[in-house]
Protein backbone atom coordinates (compact mmCIF):
# COMPACT_ATOMS: atom_id res chain seq x y z
CA UNK A 1 0.00 0.00 0.00
CA UNK A 2 2.79 2.12 0.36
CA UNK A 3 4.03 2.22 -3.09
CA UNK A 4 3.37 5.52 -4.76
CA UNK A 5 0.63 5.05 -7.59
CA UNK A 6 1.07 7.08 -10.79
CA UNK A 7 -1.67 9.20 -12.41
CA UNK A 8 -3.21 8.35 -15.30
CA UNK A 9 -2.07 11.40 -17.15
CA UNK A 10 1.18 13.09 -17.08
CA UNK A 11 3.91 12.45 -14.32
CA UNK A 12 2.09 13.88 -11.33
CA UNK A 13 2.61 11.27 -8.85
CA UNK A 14 -0.71 10.85 -6.59
CA UNK A 15 -1.09 9.87 -2.92
CA UNK A 16 -3.70 8.91 -0.59
CA UNK A 17 -1.84 11.76 1.90
CA UNK A 18 0.85 14.65 1.37
CA UNK A 19 2.32 15.76 4.62
CA UNK A 20 3.88 19.25 4.50
CA UNK A 21 7.17 19.09 6.93
CA UNK A 22 9.32 16.46 8.96
CA UNK A 23 9.67 18.17 12.15
CA UNK A 24 8.02 16.27 15.33
CA UNK A 25 4.50 16.57 13.41
CA UNK A 26 5.62 15.46 10.54
CA UNK A 27 7.45 12.40 11.30
CA UNK A 28 4.91 11.21 13.64
CA UNK A 29 1.92 11.70 10.97
CA UNK A 30 3.48 9.86 8.59
CA UNK A 31 4.36 6.80 10.75
CA UNK A 32 0.34 6.74 11.31
CA UNK A 33 -0.81 7.47 8.27
CA UNK A 34 1.62 4.36 6.77
CA UNK A 35 -0.26 2.32 9.92
CA UNK A 36 -3.66 3.14 8.03
CA UNK A 37 -1.63 1.63 5.03
CA UNK A 38 -1.92 4.66 3.11
CA UNK A 39 0.87 6.19 0.30
CA UNK A 40 2.01 9.00 2.08
CA UNK A 41 4.63 11.88 0.86
CA UNK A 42 5.78 14.24 3.25
CA UNK A 43 7.45 17.20 1.61
CA UNK A 44 9.88 19.35 3.40
CA UNK A 45 11.77 22.27 2.37
CA UNK A 46 14.70 22.03 4.92
CA UNK A 47 17.77 19.34 3.71
CA UNK A 48 16.77 16.61 6.81
CA UNK A 49 14.60 16.39 9.87
CA UNK A 50 13.98 17.84 12.13
CA UNK A 51 11.96 20.85 11.46
CA UNK A 52 12.53 23.61 13.96
CA UNK A 53 15.76 21.81 15.28
CA UNK A 54 17.05 21.77 11.51
CA UNK A 55 16.70 25.74 11.31
CA UNK A 56 17.55 26.87 14.74
CA UNK A 57 21.00 26.46 15.20
CA UNK A 58 22.15 29.55 17.29
CA UNK A 59 24.87 28.92 19.95
CA UNK A 60 22.32 27.91 23.37
CA UNK A 61 19.10 26.47 21.57
CA UNK A 62 17.80 24.01 23.51
CA UNK A 63 14.47 22.54 24.72
CA UNK A 64 12.91 24.16 27.82
CA UNK A 65 10.14 21.41 28.75
CA UNK A 66 12.50 18.86 29.92
CA UNK A 67 14.48 16.89 27.47
CA UNK A 68 12.39 13.26 29.29
CA UNK A 69 9.31 14.73 28.46
CA UNK A 70 10.40 16.24 25.33
CA UNK A 71 10.25 13.47 22.93
CA UNK A 72 8.07 10.91 21.36
CA UNK A 73 6.11 8.94 24.12
CA UNK A 74 5.97 5.29 23.95
CA UNK A 75 2.62 5.59 21.59
CA UNK A 76 5.24 5.85 18.95
CA UNK A 77 7.37 3.08 20.15
CA UNK A 78 8.68 1.64 23.47
CA UNK A 79 11.78 0.37 22.17
CA UNK A 80 12.74 3.65 20.67
CA UNK A 81 11.42 5.19 23.92
CA UNK A 82 13.78 2.75 25.53
CA UNK A 83 16.67 3.15 23.77
CA UNK A 84 17.35 6.95 23.47
CA UNK A 85 18.89 8.70 26.64
CA UNK A 86 19.20 12.73 27.08
CA UNK A 87 22.52 13.60 28.57
CA UNK A 88 20.89 17.22 29.91
CA UNK A 89 18.08 18.49 31.80
CA UNK A 90 16.97 20.53 28.73
CA UNK A 91 18.70 19.52 25.91
CA UNK A 92 20.65 21.07 23.20
CA UNK A 93 18.98 21.74 20.16
CA UNK A 94 22.41 19.41 18.61
CA UNK A 95 20.92 16.43 21.06
CA UNK A 96 17.34 17.00 20.32
CA UNK A 97 18.34 17.22 15.69
CA UNK A 98 19.95 13.99 16.41
CA UNK A 99 17.48 12.25 18.60
CA UNK A 100 14.88 13.26 15.41
CA UNK A 101 17.51 11.39 13.01
CA UNK A 102 17.88 8.46 14.78
CA UNK A 103 13.73 8.08 15.44
CA UNK A 104 13.56 8.76 11.37
CA UNK A 105 16.23 6.03 11.06
CA UNK A 106 14.49 3.43 13.32
CA UNK A 107 10.88 3.72 11.46
CA UNK A 108 12.90 4.07 7.94
CA UNK A 109 10.72 7.59 7.45
CA UNK A 110 13.63 8.65 5.21
CA UNK A 111 12.01 7.08 1.67
CA UNK A 112 8.67 8.56 2.17
CA UNK A 113 10.05 11.80 2.59
CA UNK A 114 11.58 14.49 -0.03
CA UNK A 115 14.00 16.75 0.89
CA UNK A 116 14.65 20.62 0.05
CA UNK A 117 10.89 20.52 -1.61
CA UNK A 118 9.34 23.39 -0.72
CA UNK A 119 5.51 23.53 -1.42
CA UNK A 120 4.79 27.45 -2.73
CA UNK A 121 0.96 26.07 -3.69
CA UNK A 122 -1.87 23.59 -2.72
CA UNK A 123 -5.22 23.89 -4.02
CA UNK A 124 -8.19 21.54 -3.78
CA UNK A 125 -10.10 20.60 -6.69
CA UNK A 126 -13.95 19.91 -5.76
CA UNK A 127 -14.26 18.15 -9.06
CA UNK A 128 -11.47 15.51 -8.62
CA UNK A 129 -12.22 15.87 -4.27
CA UNK A 130 -7.93 16.07 -4.65
CA UNK A 131 -5.30 18.54 -3.59
CA UNK A 132 -2.94 19.06 -6.02
CA UNK A 133 0.52 20.50 -4.68
CA UNK A 134 3.24 22.56 -6.25
CA UNK A 135 6.95 22.56 -5.26
CA UNK A 136 9.80 25.27 -6.27
CA UNK A 137 11.16 23.50 -8.45
CA UNK A 138 7.88 23.46 -10.19
CA UNK A 139 7.08 19.54 -9.73
CA UNK A 140 3.33 19.05 -9.02
CA UNK A 141 1.39 15.83 -7.32
CA UNK A 142 -1.49 15.49 -5.69
CA UNK A 143 -3.52 13.54 -2.85
CA UNK A 144 -6.66 12.90 -1.10
CA UNK A 145 -5.96 14.46 2.33
CA UNK A 146 -3.61 17.09 3.12
CA UNK A 147 -2.06 17.61 6.34
CA UNK A 148 0.10 20.57 7.34
CA UNK A 149 3.16 19.73 9.76
CA UNK A 150 5.01 23.07 8.83
CA UNK A 151 5.50 24.36 13.36
CA UNK A 152 4.36 27.28 15.04
CA UNK A 153 7.72 29.16 14.49
CA UNK A 154 8.81 28.73 11.47
CA UNK A 155 8.52 31.84 9.20
CA UNK A 156 11.38 34.00 10.80
CA UNK A 157 10.38 37.72 11.37
CA UNK A 158 13.12 40.87 11.02
CA UNK A 159 11.88 44.14 11.25
CA UNK A 160 12.06 46.05 8.15
CA UNK A 161 15.24 48.90 9.92
CA UNK A 162 16.35 50.99 7.24
CA UNK A 163 19.46 50.23 6.24
CA UNK A 164 19.72 46.40 6.56
CA UNK A 165 21.66 45.91 2.92
CA UNK A 166 23.91 48.76 3.51
CA UNK A 167 25.73 46.74 7.01
CA UNK A 168 29.19 46.02 6.19
CA UNK A 169 29.43 43.47 8.33
CA UNK A 170 27.59 39.71 9.26
CA UNK A 171 24.33 39.94 9.89
CA UNK A 172 21.93 36.40 10.83
CA UNK A 173 18.41 35.87 11.99
CA UNK A 174 18.61 33.20 14.75
CA UNK A 175 15.88 31.19 13.09
CA UNK A 176 17.71 30.74 9.60
CA UNK A 177 21.28 30.39 11.54
CA UNK A 178 24.00 28.91 9.52
CA UNK A 179 24.73 25.28 9.93
CA UNK A 180 28.46 25.47 9.72
CA UNK A 181 28.10 28.11 12.68
CA UNK A 182 29.32 31.78 13.39
CA UNK A 183 32.39 32.25 14.87
CA UNK A 184 31.72 35.05 17.34
CA UNK A 185 35.11 35.08 19.46
CA UNK A 186 36.81 38.30 19.40
CA UNK A 187 33.96 40.48 17.73
CA UNK A 188 31.96 43.12 18.55
CA UNK A 189 28.58 41.47 18.90
CA UNK A 190 24.88 43.36 18.34
CA UNK A 191 21.71 41.03 19.63
CA UNK A 192 18.63 42.40 18.78
CA UNK A 193 15.48 41.09 20.95
CA UNK A 194 15.28 39.26 24.68
CA UNK A 195 12.86 36.51 23.82
CA UNK A 196 13.28 33.06 24.71
CA UNK A 197 15.84 33.07 21.97
CA UNK A 198 18.09 35.75 22.73
CA UNK A 199 18.03 34.46 26.62
CA UNK A 200 19.48 31.25 25.13
CA UNK A 201 21.80 32.96 22.95
CA UNK A 202 23.08 36.22 25.06
CA UNK A 203 25.31 33.57 27.80
CA UNK A 204 26.62 32.06 25.18
CA UNK A 205 27.79 34.86 22.82
CA UNK A 206 29.11 36.65 25.95
CA UNK A 207 31.70 33.92 26.31
CA UNK A 208 32.65 34.54 22.57
CA UNK A 209 32.60 38.21 21.84
CA UNK A 210 34.71 40.60 22.71
CA UNK A 211 31.87 43.28 23.14
CA UNK A 212 28.10 42.54 23.45
CA UNK A 213 25.32 45.05 22.72
CA UNK A 214 21.79 43.35 23.54
CA UNK A 215 18.96 45.75 22.71
CA UNK A 216 16.04 45.30 24.59
CA UNK A 217 12.24 46.64 23.80
CA UNK A 218 10.70 44.53 26.77
CA UNK A 219 12.02 43.03 29.61
CA UNK A 220 10.41 39.38 29.94
CA UNK A 221 9.98 37.46 33.91
CA UNK A 222 12.82 34.89 32.71
CA UNK A 223 12.54 31.74 34.54
CA UNK A 224 15.61 30.33 36.41
CA UNK A 225 16.19 26.91 34.15
CA UNK A 226 18.88 25.01 36.31
CA UNK A 227 20.08 23.41 33.15
CA UNK A 228 22.45 20.53 34.01
CA UNK A 229 23.64 16.90 33.55
CA UNK A 230 21.03 14.08 33.65
CA UNK A 231 22.37 11.20 36.32
CA UNK A 232 22.00 7.76 35.09
CA UNK A 233 19.89 6.99 38.19
CA UNK A 234 17.41 9.77 37.39
CA UNK A 235 17.16 8.65 33.65
CA UNK A 236 16.73 5.05 34.55
CA UNK A 237 14.04 5.77 36.99
CA UNK A 238 12.31 8.18 34.37
CA UNK A 239 12.20 5.29 31.92
CA UNK A 240 11.04 2.64 34.51
CA UNK A 241 8.40 4.72 35.32
CA UNK A 242 6.87 6.26 32.19
CA UNK A 243 3.79 4.81 31.30
CA UNK A 244 2.48 6.28 34.14
CA UNK A 245 4.30 9.87 33.90
CA UNK A 246 3.51 9.61 29.68
CA UNK A 247 -0.27 8.97 30.76
CA UNK A 248 -0.24 11.76 33.55
CA UNK A 249 1.04 14.05 30.77
CA UNK A 250 -1.46 13.60 28.78
CA UNK A 251 -4.44 14.21 31.69
CA UNK A 252 -2.59 17.62 32.39
CA UNK A 253 -3.33 21.10 30.54
CA UNK A 254 0.35 21.83 29.55
CA UNK A 255 1.44 18.13 28.51
CA UNK A 256 3.99 17.90 31.22
CA UNK A 257 3.61 15.15 34.55
CA UNK A 258 4.02 17.87 37.15
CA UNK A 259 1.75 18.28 40.15
CA UNK A 260 -0.75 20.89 39.63
CA UNK A 261 -2.67 21.97 42.50
CA UNK A 262 -5.98 23.25 42.41
CA UNK A 263 -5.17 26.81 44.48
CA UNK A 264 -5.26 30.38 43.94
CA UNK A 265 -2.59 32.78 45.28
CA UNK A 266 -4.60 34.81 47.04
CA UNK A 267 -6.22 31.90 49.31
CA UNK A 268 -2.55 32.23 51.23
CA UNK A 269 -0.37 34.48 53.64
CA UNK A 270 2.48 35.91 52.43
CA UNK A 271 5.06 33.97 54.04
CA UNK A 272 2.78 30.58 52.45
CA UNK A 273 2.81 31.99 49.18
CA UNK A 274 6.45 32.88 49.43
CA UNK A 275 7.12 29.90 50.71
CA UNK A 276 5.87 27.93 47.69
CA UNK A 277 7.11 30.43 45.00
CA UNK A 278 10.45 29.85 46.61
CA UNK A 279 9.89 25.82 46.25
CA UNK A 280 9.15 25.63 42.91
CA UNK A 281 11.64 28.58 41.97
CA UNK A 282 14.31 26.02 43.54
CA UNK A 283 12.86 23.25 41.21
CA UNK A 284 13.56 25.34 38.19
CA UNK A 285 11.90 26.05 34.50
CA UNK A 286 8.12 26.18 34.38
CA UNK A 287 7.31 24.50 38.04
CA UNK A 288 7.35 27.54 38.82
CA UNK A 289 3.99 28.49 36.85
CA UNK A 290 2.62 25.06 36.83
CA UNK A 291 3.38 24.19 40.62
CA UNK A 292 2.24 27.18 42.31
CA UNK A 293 -1.40 28.44 41.94
CA UNK A 294 -3.93 27.89 39.09
CA UNK A 295 -5.17 31.34 38.67
CA UNK A 296 -2.01 33.41 37.78
CA UNK A 297 -3.61 33.50 34.28
CA UNK A 298 -6.70 34.29 35.56
CA UNK A 299 -6.47 36.98 38.18
CA UNK A 300 -4.07 39.90 38.20
CA UNK A 301 -4.36 40.38 41.88
CA UNK A 302 -2.97 37.06 41.65
CA UNK A 303 -0.76 36.93 39.28
CA UNK A 304 0.68 40.14 41.12
CA UNK A 305 2.42 38.17 43.37
CA UNK A 306 4.11 36.16 41.34
CA UNK A 307 5.25 38.93 39.32
CA UNK A 308 7.01 40.87 42.25
CA UNK A 309 8.35 37.62 43.50
CA UNK A 310 10.33 37.33 39.95
CA UNK A 311 10.97 41.14 39.75
CA UNK A 312 13.04 40.66 43.20
CA UNK A 313 14.60 37.45 41.78
CA UNK A 314 16.29 39.77 38.45
CA UNK A 315 17.30 42.05 41.27
CA UNK A 316 19.21 39.68 43.44
CA UNK A 317 20.94 38.27 40.22
CA UNK A 318 22.34 41.80 38.34
CA UNK A 319 24.59 43.21 40.44
CA UNK A 320 24.69 46.50 38.56
CA UNK A 321 20.79 48.28 40.34
CA UNK A 322 20.31 50.34 36.98
CA UNK A 323 20.74 47.81 34.67
CA UNK A 324 18.88 45.54 36.72
CA UNK A 325 16.02 47.95 36.73
CA UNK A 326 15.97 48.14 33.40
CA UNK A 327 15.99 44.37 32.98
CA UNK A 328 12.72 44.16 35.17
CA UNK A 329 9.32 43.85 33.61
CA UNK A 330 7.40 46.72 34.64
CA UNK A 331 4.47 46.91 31.74
CA UNK A 332 2.97 43.58 31.86
CA UNK A 333 2.19 40.59 34.29
CA UNK A 334 3.86 37.27 34.57
CA UNK A 335 3.23 34.90 31.71
CA UNK A 336 1.03 37.24 29.46
CA UNK A 337 4.34 36.91 27.45
CA UNK A 338 5.96 33.97 26.62
CA UNK A 339 8.38 33.05 29.93
CA UNK A 340 12.18 32.28 28.49
CA UNK A 341 14.15 30.09 30.75
CA UNK A 342 17.28 31.35 31.67
CA UNK A 343 20.95 29.73 32.29
CA UNK A 344 23.04 32.74 33.23
CA UNK A 345 21.02 35.42 30.84
CA UNK A 346 20.68 37.37 33.72
CA UNK A 347 24.86 36.93 35.38
CA UNK A 348 25.82 37.93 31.78
CA UNK A 349 25.28 41.62 32.57
CA UNK A 350 27.46 41.33 34.83
CA UNK A 351 30.39 40.63 32.80
CA UNK A 352 32.62 43.74 31.72
CA UNK A 353 31.87 43.59 27.86
CA UNK A 354 27.83 42.95 27.65
CA UNK A 355 26.10 45.84 27.82
CA UNK A 356 22.23 46.79 27.79
CA UNK A 357 20.69 48.72 25.32
CA UNK A 358 17.19 50.33 26.35
CA UNK A 359 15.84 50.04 22.87
CA UNK A 360 12.16 50.73 24.20
CA UNK A 361 13.43 54.86 24.64
CA UNK A 362 15.80 55.33 22.52
CA UNK A 363 14.37 52.86 19.30
CA UNK A 364 16.18 51.62 16.31
CA UNK A 365 16.52 53.87 13.97
CA UNK A 366 18.36 52.15 11.05
CA UNK A 367 20.83 50.02 10.50
CA UNK A 368 23.86 51.89 9.27
CA UNK A 369 27.09 50.25 7.72
CA UNK A 370 28.84 49.86 10.78
CA UNK A 371 26.20 49.00 13.38
CA UNK A 372 22.95 50.39 14.34
CA UNK A 373 21.72 53.65 14.90
CA UNK A 374 19.54 54.86 17.70
CA UNK A 375 18.44 58.22 18.76
CA UNK A 376 21.50 57.58 21.50
CA UNK A 377 23.89 57.73 18.69
CA UNK A 378 26.09 54.63 16.82
CA UNK A 379 26.60 51.34 18.27
CA UNK A 380 29.27 49.68 15.95
CA UNK A 381 29.42 46.22 15.38
CA UNK A 382 30.65 43.17 13.35
CA UNK A 383 28.06 41.06 13.97
CA UNK A 384 24.31 41.56 14.36
CA UNK A 385 21.91 39.06 14.99
CA UNK A 386 18.24 39.21 15.09
CA UNK A 387 16.41 37.75 17.63
CA UNK A 388 13.25 39.34 16.49
CA UNK A 389 11.32 36.08 16.40
CA UNK A 390 8.62 34.47 13.95
CA UNK A 391 5.25 35.03 12.06
CA UNK A 392 3.95 32.37 14.06
CA UNK A 393 1.09 30.14 14.11
CA UNK A 394 -0.03 31.61 10.51
CA UNK A 395 2.97 32.83 8.72
CA UNK A 396 3.60 29.08 7.72
CA UNK A 397 0.35 28.27 6.59
CA UNK A 398 -0.03 31.49 4.55
CA UNK A 399 3.58 30.69 2.51
CA UNK A 400 2.39 27.49 1.24
CA UNK A 401 -0.25 29.24 -1.05
CA UNK A 402 -3.24 27.02 0.35
CA UNK A 403 -6.85 27.35 -1.80
CA UNK A 404 -9.44 25.64 -0.85
CA UNK A 405 -13.25 25.58 -2.16
CA UNK A 406 -13.90 28.35 -5.17
CA UNK A 407 -10.78 29.37 -5.18
CA UNK A 408 -10.58 30.95 -1.62
CA UNK A 409 -6.98 31.29 -0.15
CA UNK A 410 -6.82 30.44 3.70
CA UNK A 411 -5.09 33.63 3.86
CA UNK A 412 -8.33 35.59 2.52
CA UNK A 413 -10.06 33.34 4.69
CA UNK A 414 -8.37 34.15 7.90
CA UNK A 415 -8.02 37.73 7.04
CA UNK A 416 -10.36 39.10 10.29
CA UNK A 417 -8.28 36.31 12.13
CA UNK A 418 -8.22 32.20 11.95
CA UNK A 419 -11.32 30.38 12.12
CA UNK A 420 -11.24 27.04 12.61
CA UNK A 421 -13.18 23.92 14.25
CA UNK A 422 -10.81 23.10 16.66
CA UNK A 423 -7.85 24.24 15.74
CA UNK A 424 -7.38 21.41 13.18
CA UNK A 425 -9.74 22.24 10.69
CA UNK A 426 -11.63 24.86 8.52
CA UNK A 427 -14.79 24.87 6.20
CA UNK A 428 -14.40 25.61 2.86
CA UNK A 429 -10.85 23.14 2.90
CA UNK A 430 -12.33 19.23 2.91
CA UNK A 431 -9.91 17.09 3.52
CA UNK A 432 -7.11 19.30 4.97
CA UNK A 433 -5.52 19.42 8.54
CA UNK A 434 -3.13 21.40 10.42
CA UNK A 435 -1.14 19.75 13.34
CA UNK A 436 -0.87 22.39 15.79
CA UNK A 437 -3.00 25.43 13.98
CA UNK A 438 -4.55 28.09 15.18
CA UNK A 439 -6.93 27.93 17.94
CA UNK A 440 -5.12 24.50 19.45
CA UNK A 441 -3.06 24.38 22.54
CA UNK A 442 0.33 24.08 20.66
CA UNK A 443 2.32 26.44 21.24
CA UNK A 444 0.64 26.78 25.21
CA UNK A 445 1.91 22.92 26.12
CA UNK A 446 4.87 20.96 25.92
CA UNK A 447 4.41 20.21 21.87
CA UNK A 448 5.46 16.53 21.58
CA UNK A 449 2.26 15.75 23.71
CA UNK A 450 0.45 17.83 21.84
CA UNK A 451 1.16 16.98 18.66
CA UNK A 452 0.76 13.62 19.11
CA UNK A 453 -3.29 14.43 20.44
CA UNK A 454 -3.42 16.44 17.01
CA UNK A 455 -2.07 13.95 14.70
CA UNK A 456 -4.14 11.14 16.77
CA UNK A 457 -6.95 12.67 16.03
CA UNK A 458 -6.53 13.73 12.50
CA UNK A 459 -5.66 9.41 11.48
CA UNK A 460 -8.39 7.88 13.62
CA UNK A 461 -10.62 10.72 11.35
CA UNK A 462 -9.10 9.43 8.25
CA UNK A 463 -8.96 5.81 8.78
CA UNK A 464 -13.49 6.58 9.92
CA UNK A 465 -13.65 8.41 6.46
CA UNK A 466 -12.29 5.97 5.05
CA UNK A 467 -14.18 2.85 6.73
CA UNK A 468 -17.87 4.52 6.30
CA UNK A 469 -18.03 5.17 2.77
CA UNK A 470 -17.07 8.30 2.53
CA UNK A 471 -14.23 10.16 1.21
CA UNK A 472 -14.48 13.81 2.45
CA UNK A 473 -14.33 15.48 6.15
CA UNK A 474 -15.10 19.06 5.79
CA UNK A 475 -15.54 21.56 9.51
CA UNK A 476 -19.53 22.75 9.16
CA UNK A 477 -19.93 26.25 9.26
CA UNK A 478 -21.59 26.05 12.83
CA UNK A 479 -19.40 24.01 14.21
CA UNK A 480 -16.23 26.29 13.32
CA UNK A 481 -18.81 29.65 14.49
CA UNK A 482 -19.09 27.80 17.92
CA UNK A 483 -15.44 26.87 18.29
CA UNK A 484 -14.53 30.34 17.37
CA UNK A 485 -17.01 31.91 20.24
CA UNK A 486 -15.67 29.48 22.33
CA UNK A 487 -12.05 30.20 22.09
CA UNK A 488 -12.70 34.06 22.01
CA UNK A 489 -15.00 33.23 25.67
CA UNK A 490 -12.46 31.36 27.44
CA UNK A 491 -9.31 33.72 25.96
CA UNK A 492 -11.23 36.97 26.98
CA UNK A 493 -11.44 34.92 30.65
CA UNK A 494 -7.09 35.39 30.84
CA UNK A 495 -5.02 37.78 30.80
CA UNK A 496 -3.33 36.92 27.74
CA UNK A 497 -5.05 39.45 25.30
CA UNK A 498 -4.29 42.65 27.33
CA UNK A 499 -0.27 42.31 26.81
CA UNK A 500 1.41 43.37 23.16
CA UNK A 501 2.85 39.41 22.48
CA UNK A 502 3.41 37.07 19.34
CA UNK A 503 0.65 34.90 21.07
CA UNK A 504 -1.89 38.02 20.11
CA UNK A 505 0.34 38.53 16.92
CA UNK A 506 1.18 41.81 17.82
CA UNK A 507 4.75 41.26 16.33
CA UNK A 508 3.71 41.47 12.99
CA UNK A 509 2.44 44.35 11.43
CA UNK A 510 -1.10 44.55 9.93
CA UNK A 511 -1.60 40.73 11.72
CA UNK A 512 -5.09 40.46 13.26
CA UNK A 513 -5.25 41.12 16.63
CA UNK A 514 -6.66 37.80 18.31
CA UNK A 515 -5.42 34.86 20.84
CA UNK A 516 -3.84 32.63 18.28
CA UNK A 517 -3.07 29.34 20.90
CA UNK A 518 -6.45 27.72 22.78
CA UNK A 519 -6.14 28.41 26.07
CA UNK A 520 -8.65 25.76 27.84
CA UNK A 521 -5.66 23.30 28.34
CA UNK A 522 -4.51 20.09 26.39
CA UNK A 523 -6.80 17.81 28.81
CA UNK A 524 -9.77 19.67 28.31
CA UNK A 525 -9.17 19.78 24.78
CA UNK A 526 -8.31 16.25 24.37
CA UNK A 527 -11.65 15.76 26.15
CA UNK A 528 -13.38 17.54 23.43
CA UNK A 529 -11.80 15.96 20.89
CA UNK A 530 -12.28 12.39 21.85
CA UNK A 531 -15.88 13.23 22.05
CA UNK A 532 -16.26 14.73 19.29
CA UNK A 533 -14.94 11.14 17.73
CA UNK A 534 -17.01 9.16 20.08
CA UNK A 535 -20.26 10.98 18.74
CA UNK A 536 -19.23 10.59 14.75
CA UNK A 537 -17.91 13.51 14.24
CA UNK A 538 -20.81 15.39 14.25
CA UNK A 539 -18.98 19.52 13.77
CA UNK A 540 -17.77 17.82 10.11
CA UNK A 541 -19.48 17.04 7.22
CA UNK A 542 -18.33 13.23 5.92
CA UNK A 543 -19.63 12.98 2.27
CA UNK A 544 -18.90 10.62 -0.47
CA UNK A 545 -17.55 12.47 -3.40
CA UNK A 546 -17.85 9.74 -6.07
CA UNK A 547 -20.36 6.93 -6.00
CA UNK A 548 -18.07 3.68 -5.15
O1 LIG B 1 11.00 35.60 19.54
P1 LIG B 1 10.10 36.62 20.42
P2 LIG B 1 11.94 34.43 20.07
N1 LIG B 1 13.20 46.60 17.93
O2 LIG B 1 9.04 37.09 19.46
C1 LIG B 1 12.23 42.02 19.87
C2 LIG B 1 9.88 29.71 21.17
N2 LIG B 1 11.23 29.39 21.56
O3 LIG B 1 12.59 33.84 18.88
O4 LIG B 1 9.05 42.04 23.17
C3 LIG B 1 13.64 46.04 19.04
O5 LIG B 1 9.67 36.01 21.67
C4 LIG B 1 10.99 41.78 20.70
O6 LIG B 1 10.70 42.90 21.52
P3 LIG B 1 9.20 43.09 22.11
C5 LIG B 1 9.12 30.27 22.36
O7 LIG B 1 7.79 29.85 22.32
C6 LIG B 1 11.41 28.27 22.25
O8 LIG B 1 12.79 34.87 21.16
O9 LIG B 1 8.28 42.83 20.92
N3 LIG B 1 13.30 44.79 19.43
C7 LIG B 1 11.43 40.54 21.47
O10 LIG B 1 12.26 40.87 22.54
C8 LIG B 1 9.26 31.74 22.11
O11 LIG B 1 8.31 32.51 22.76
C9 LIG B 1 12.65 27.92 22.65
O12 LIG B 1 9.18 44.46 22.59
C10 LIG B 1 12.48 44.11 18.63
C11 LIG B 1 12.25 39.79 20.42
O13 LIG B 1 12.61 40.73 19.42
C12 LIG B 1 9.17 31.79 20.61
O14 LIG B 1 9.91 30.69 20.17
C13 LIG B 1 13.73 28.72 22.37
C14 LIG B 1 11.97 44.64 17.44
C15 LIG B 1 11.46 38.69 19.77
O15 LIG B 1 11.10 37.78 20.75
C16 LIG B 1 9.74 33.05 19.98
O16 LIG B 1 10.94 33.39 20.66
C17 LIG B 1 13.54 29.87 21.66
C18 LIG B 1 12.36 45.95 17.10
N4 LIG B 1 11.89 46.54 16.00
C19 LIG B 1 12.28 30.19 21.25
N5 LIG B 1 11.16 43.71 16.87
C20 LIG B 1 12.82 26.67 23.41
O17 LIG B 1 13.49 26.66 24.35
C21 LIG B 1 11.17 42.65 17.68
N6 LIG B 1 11.96 42.88 18.74
C22 LIG B 1 12.09 25.46 22.96
Same mark, same amino acid.
Request: aromatic content about 16%.
Given at each position: MRAVRQAGSGHRPEFDAIVVGAGFSGLYMLHLLRKLGLSVKVYEQGGGVGGTWYW? %?? *? @?? %? &? /? &?ESVYYMFSDHLSKEILGEWTWTERYASQPEILRYLEFVADKMGSRPDIQFNARVTAACYDATRNRWDISLEDGATSSSRFLITAVGCLSTTSTPA =? *? @?? /?? =?AGECYHTGAWPHEGVDLSGKRVAVIGTGSTAVQLVPEAARDASDLWVFQRTPNYDLAGRNGPLSPEYTTRVKADYPALWEKARQTDFGLPYEVAKRSALSFPPEDRQRIYEAAWAKGGFHMFLETFTDLLLDKQSNDTASRFLRDKIREKVQDPAVAELLTPKDHPFLTKRPPLENGYYEAFNRDNVSLVDARRSPIEKITPRGIRTSDGEYQADVIIFATGFDAMTGSLFRMGITGRNGQSLQAKWAGGPQTYLGMTTSGFPNMFVICGPQSPSVLSNMPVTIEQNAEWIAELIRYVREHDADTAEATEDAERDWVAHHNEIAAAT?? *?GTDSWWVGANIAGKPRTLYPYTGGLSTFRGICNQAAEHGYPGLALTRHTPH
Open positions: N %RY *P @GA %R &C /D &C =F *P @GI /DT =FLL *P
